[in-house]
């Protein structure tokens, strides 16, 4: 049973955009924070966004602010995490997670998407 569903990410060209999406059940959507790490290759992974369960606060690593926006759609179950102005540097296979602690503390992880910026 997948738990968490990640969709989107592909090839797109620098200073483009693209858009994530992640799926849950209703019993980690409405209980859990949600976000998005990623991890490049010979990197380790690291933290990209996050989101309350109520939505009421966000959190964004320093190097995707005013780029990335992270959003959930209660009525689909869905997070998105919405990238803009990418550039190389944020080539990476992109994890969806839904924890506590601002996803300092993560229960549950998705597969992957990879998203691969050309310049």
């Known amino acids: 049973q997948v738990q968490v569903e990640e969709s989107g990410g592909g090839l797109v060209q620098a200073g483009g955009s693209s858009r994530l999406s992640c799926t849950t059940p209703?019993?980690?959507?409405?209980?859990?924070?949600m976000g998005w790490f990623r991890q490049a290759p010979g990197k380790e992974r690291e933290f990209v966004a996050a989101?309350?369960?109520?939505?009421?606060?966000?959190y964004y690593a320093d190097s995707v602010k005013g780029r990335f926006s992270i959003s959930r759609d209660s009525a689909k179950n869905t997070v998105y995490l919405q990238m803009k102005g990418l550039k190389p540097e944020d080539t990476a296979a992109y994890y969806c997670?839904?924890?506590?602690?601002?996803?300092?503390?993560?229960?549950?992880w998705g597969q992957g998407t990879q998203v691969t910026v050309s310049s």
């Open positions: 209703d019993y980690i959507f409405n209980n859990y924070g």
């Open positions: 989101i309350s369960w109520s939505g009421d606060y966000t």
């Open positions: 997670a839904a924890g506590s602690d601002g996803l300092g503390v993560v229960d549950y």
